[in-house]
């Protein structure tokens, strides 16, 4: 099983800025993608982020120009930089990888973390 860790969520007021960190742990092959996914109560879980091992990323229109995802494929780390916090963005924040475990694995398997909450409020 692949594990993923996240922290750096917290209280923010609007404005400012959190930094999100995953780290993938486990008997890993190959990570094909890791993305930021973010759900309040009451509505769907979200996609926030992607970013391919190539270095393509994919970003909700909501968060464009705001945030930044990047990753460090030596770590099997994924960050995601956000700035200009609103309170709309208040959610629990769920860290995703797309992974093989074998070599002769041919699916990727989706991975989550537990998550971590974002709080944007004066």
């Known amino acids: 099983q692949v594990q993923l860790v996240e922290s750096g969520g917290g209280l923010v007021q609007p404005g400012g800025s959190l930094r999100l960190s995953c780290a993938a742990s486990?008997?890993?092959?190959?990570?094909?993608?890791m993305g930021w996914y973010r759900q309040v109560p009451g509505k769907q879980r979200e996609l926030v982020a992607t970013?391919?091992?190539?270095?393509?990323?994919n970003y909700a229109d909501s968060v464009k120009g705001r945030f930044t995802i990047s990753r460090d494929n030596t770590k099997n780390t994924v960050y995601l930089q956000m700035n200009s916090l609103k309170p709309e963005d208040t959610a629990v924040y769920t860290c995703?990888?797309?992974?093989?475990?074998?070599?002769?694995?041919?699916?990727?398997?989706?991975?989550w973390g537990k998550g971590t909450l974002v709080t944007v409020s004066s």
């Open positions: 995703n990888c797309k992974a093989r475990l074998t070599s002769y694995q041919s699916y990727d398997v989706d991975y």
């Open positions: 970013v391919t091992g190539g270095g393509s990323t």
């Open positions: 486990g008997s890993i092959f190959r990570i094909n993608a």
